[in-house]
């Protein structure tokens, strides 16, 4: 594989973060290659996962939400740029492959797909926390016993998948390209929301009233 890189690696590197207690360092990764910022990757999905449940609270001004919005704009940002990192560090490590003149372009990049597992196995932990709940009823349990189920499947398929790509590509047979994600709404000189604070022109004054 790429870098050494595999799904199983990854996903096994996803749920030991996970599976850390509060505060705990993250394991230690390869300073070469894709692995930093796959870890990157995972701390700010993690980051957003917190931010998106206590957004959805109730019982805080709403300062508290508003703030937490900001937040979760500077986690999404650094999520899909590590996502780009992560396809560049592959991407640096094939250049010297030349794919063969039939080979098939993947939509989806390699660095995407490791993102989606990253979320795959936040769900999967989260999940897996409500199926042990003891003041949860029965119903709650076996319904979240059986999305759990259905969570581990979709997460071996893209892992399938996922390996799929990085032996094909290394192989020349497939390839992807870096797909930049350009979040206008973060950009201050792209969302009108905000440049169009600085161009907006003064108010003009009120009826019978001299400008001072």
């Known amino acids: 594989m790429v870098q050494g890189l595999d799904a199983r690696a990854i996903t096994q590197y996803h749920d030991a973060v996970l599976g850390l207690p509060a505060h705990a360092d993250a394991p230690s990764v390869d300073a070469a290659g894709a692995w930093p910022a ?12 917190r931010e998106e449940d206590k957004a959805r609270r109730q019982d805080v001004p709403a300062t508290e939400i508003a703030a937490g919005k900001r937040r979760i704009d500077s986690y999404n940002q650094q999520r899909n740029d590590a996502v780009e990192a992560i396809d560049e560090a592959i991407l640096a490590a094939l250049e010297g492959v030349t794919p063969i003149p039939d080979a098939r372009l993947s939509s989806e990049t390699a660095g995407a797909m490791i993102d989606r597992l990253s979320i795959l196995a936040l769900k999967i932990h989260h999940m897996r926390e409500q199926t042990v709940r003891l003041d949860a009823g029965t119903t709650h349990v076996d319904a979240c016993t059986a999305r759990l189920g259905r969570l581990v499947t979709q997460r071996a398929d893209l892992a399938g998948c996922l390996d799929r790509l990085l032996r094909e590509a290394q192989e020349g047979r497939a390839y992807f390209k870096v797909y930049r994600q350009y979040k206008m709404y973060n950009d201050p000189a792209l969302n009108p929301y905000l440049y169009g604070q600085a161009q907006r022109p003064p108010m003009p004054p009120a009826a019978g009233r001299s400008v001072p």
């Open 38 to 49: 796959i870890a990157a990757n995972h701390q700010f999905n993690g980051l957003l996962w």
